[in-house]
C-alpha cells in the first residue's frame, strides 16, 4: 500500500503492506539523533546545509541481499528449457538438481565477497568547495586493504583525466572461485550442445569449439593463477584514462587538418614482485590469444583441428621487444600497414623488476612508469590511508571536447563547408559564422569547467567500510583560474 501524509510540516511516504504503519511511527524521535548518526551530526554543523541523507537498516539490507526466491527460480526455468527443446528427462533432472547446487553454493561465495546486511549510511552537505560526502557501510570489506596509503597514484601524471587505484588482499581466494564459476559455465555450456544445436555437422563444430575454449581458459587461468598473480600478490593497482596527448593525426584514416586534437588513452599499471613470472604469464597469454583467432578462424571455414596459432595470429599483429632505460617494451606492431597507426601509438607494454605498466599509446606507459607530483585535492589528495581512490579531473575532459570541436570547424573548411544547423519548423538552412560558433561554443565549455572534479577513497576502519567523496565545483567567475585545485 502506498500512502502519504502530512503531519508536522512533514511529508511522509510509505510503501508497507499496511496503512496503519504511517500511525505507528515515533514522530516524536529523530532519525538524526541515533547514536549511528553521528557523521551525518558532524556534516550538519560543518556544513553550510546538508543535501541528503539516506540510510538504510542492516534488516532491510539483509532482505533486500535475499536470493531465495531466484535460488528456486532457475533450476526450474532450466528444466523447462531442456524439455521445451526436445531434451531428455534424464538431462533435464540431473542439470535442474545440478543448478540448484550450484546456486547455493554461489550464494555462499557471494556473501563471502561482499557480506550482506549492515546499517548502510550516505550524507551530502554543501561546503565551500562543493559538495562533500561520507558514506559508511557496516561491514567488513574481505578482500580490500587499506593498511597505507595509495602511493601508487604518484605513477597516474600530472594531466590524468580520470584514475581508480585500489589495493586488494587475498586475490588468489577470489580467482580460485571465479575460475570455479567459469569451469561450472564451461561444464554447463557443453552438456546443453545437445538441446541447442541441432545436426550431426554442427554438434560436431559446438563441441570442437568447446573443447577449444576450454584449452584457452585452461591456458589463461595457468597465467593468471600461477604467474601473473603471485607476481603482484599484495600491491597496488592503477587504471588511468588520459586525454593528454596532443596530434594532428593519430590515426591513418583520419585527415590531417593541421589542428592538434587530444588522444584518449588507457593505461593499467601495478607493482611487481617476481618478473620473470610476469613474464610467462606474459607468453601465456599471447598463446591463448593464438588459439582464440585459430579457433575462430577453424569455426568460419569448419576445419578442425586447429592450425598454428602463433603464426595465424602474427599474420596481423607482431609483438616487437626490446630494452628502453632499464626496463622490458613490448609494442605490438599491425602487419597491414594502414592499420598500424606507427610507433607512438601503439599498444606498449614496459616491466621492471618491481613495476609493470601497459599504455595503448608509447606516451601513456612511459608516463606510467614515472612518478610526478599529484595535483590531486580532496580526499583522494590527502594521503589517507585507503584500499581504493577514485579521481576525476572534469576540465580535461571539457578541454579535450574543445579540440575536437576545433578539428570539426577546420575539417569543415578543408571541405569548403558552410557552419549550418537546420530550422526544422521553417524546413530552411541557417547560416552560422566560424566565430559565432565558436563564441557559443566557448560560453558552454566555460560553464562546464564550473564543475571540477570528483575526489574520493574508500578505507575500512574497526569493521566499517568509510567512503569520503568531494564534488568539486567553482563560480562561473572562478571556473578557469590556473591556482591549484
Known amino acids: ?99 540448484k547446487n550450484d546456486l547455493q553454493t554461489l550464494w555462499t561465495d557471494l556473501q563471502e565477497f561482499s557480506p550482506p546486511g549492515g546499517d548502510r549510511l550516505l550524507c551530502l552537505g554543501i561546503t565551500d568547495e562543493g559538495i562533500a560526502g561520507t558514506s559508511i557501510i557496516h561491514t567488513a570489506a574481505p578482500f580490500r586493504d587499506s593498511s597505507a596509503a595509495i602511493s601508487i597514484v604518484q605513477h597516474a601524471g600530472p594531466s590524468a583525466a580520470l584514475v581508480l587505484a585500489t589495493r586488494g588482499r587475498n586475490q588468489q581466494r577470489a580467482f580460485e572461485r571465479i575460475s570455479h564459476w567459469v569451469n561450472r559455465g564451461l561444464y554447463y555450456g557443453r552438456e546443453l550442445i545437445p538441446v541447442m544445436v541441432t545436426g550431426e555437422s554442427d554438434i560436431y563444430l559446438a563441441g570442437q569449439g568447446m573443447d577449444a575454449l576450454e584449452e584457452i581458459w585452461g591456458i589463461l587461468h595457468s597465467a593468471t593463477g600461477d604467474d601473473l598473480l603471485p607476481a603482484c600478490a599484495g600491491g597496488q593497482s592503477l587504471l588511468v584514462v588520459g586525454i593528454n596527448e596532443k596530434r594532428n593525426s593519430w590515426s591513418p584514416g583520419m585527415p590531417d587538418v593541421n589542428v592538434p586534437v587530444a588522444v584518449p588513452t588507457l593505461g593499467f599499471a601495478t607493482e611487481v614482485k617476481d618478473r620473470a613470472a610476469v613474464v610467462r604469464a606474459g607468453n601465456k597469454y599471447w598463446s591463448a590469444a593464438g588459439k582464440l583467432v585459430a579457433t575462430a578462424a577453424a569455426l568460419e571455414t569448419e576445419e578442425f583441428p586447429l592450425k598454428d596459432e602463433p603464426s595465424l595470429l602474427e599474420q596481423f599483429v607482431l609483438p616487437v621487444v626490446d630494452q628502453q632505460d632499464g626496463a622490458t617494451r613490448v609494442q605490438f606492431r599491425f602487419q597491414e600497414i594502414d592499420m598500424d597507426p606507427g610507433d607512438a601509438f601503439r599498444l606498449t607494454i614496459l616491466l621492471s623488476d618491481d613495476f609493470l605498466a601497459v599504455g595503448s599509446t608509447a606516451e601513456q606507459a612511459r608516463t606510467l612508469f614515472s612518478t610526478s607530483s599529484s595535483t590531486m585535492f580532496g580526499p583522494a589528495g590527502s594521503g589517507h590511508w585507503a584500499s581504493s581512490l577514485f579521481w576525476l579531473d572534469f576540465p580535461v575532459l571539457v578541454d579535450g571536447g574543445r579540440q575536437w570541436m576545433e578539428y570539426a570547424i577546420a575539417l569543415n573548411r578543408e571541405n569548403g563547408q558552410a557552419f549550418e544547423i537546420r530550422n526544422h519548423a521553417e524546413s530552411d538552412m541557417l547560416d552560422f559564422s566560424e566565430t559565432e560558433l565558436r563564441e557559443s561554443a566557448d560560453a558552454a565549455f566555460e560553464f562546464l569547467r564550473c564543475f571540477r572534479g570528483i575526489s574520493a577513497i574508500e578505507y575500512e576502519e574497526n569493521g566499517t567500510q568509510i567512503g569520503r567523496m568531494l564534488f568539486h565545483f567553482r563560480d562561473l567567475d572562478d571556473s578557469t583560474a590556473d591556482d591549484d585545485l
Do not use: C, F, K, Y
Open 1 to 99: 500500500t502506498l500512502t502519504l501524509a502530512i503531519t508536522d510540516n512533514l511529508l511522509l511516504a510509505s510503501l508497507t503492506p499496511h496503512r496503519e504503519t504511517l500511525d505507528e511511527l515515533p514522530l516524536a524521535a529523530h532519525l538524526i539523533d541515533l547514536p549511528n548518526m553521528e557523521p551525518v551530526r558532524q556534516m550538519r554543523d560543518d556544513s553550510q546545509g546538508l543535501v541528503l541523507v539516506a540510510w538504510t537498516s542492516d534488516r532491510m539490507n539483509r532482505s533486500a541481499a535475499d536470493m531465495s526466491s531466484m535460488l528456486q527460480t532457475l533450476p526450474a526455468v532450466m528444466g523447462v528449457m531442456i524439455r521445451e527443446e526436445g531434451g531428455e528427462e534424464e538431462l533435464a533432472e540431473r542439470l535442474t538438481n545440478e543448478l
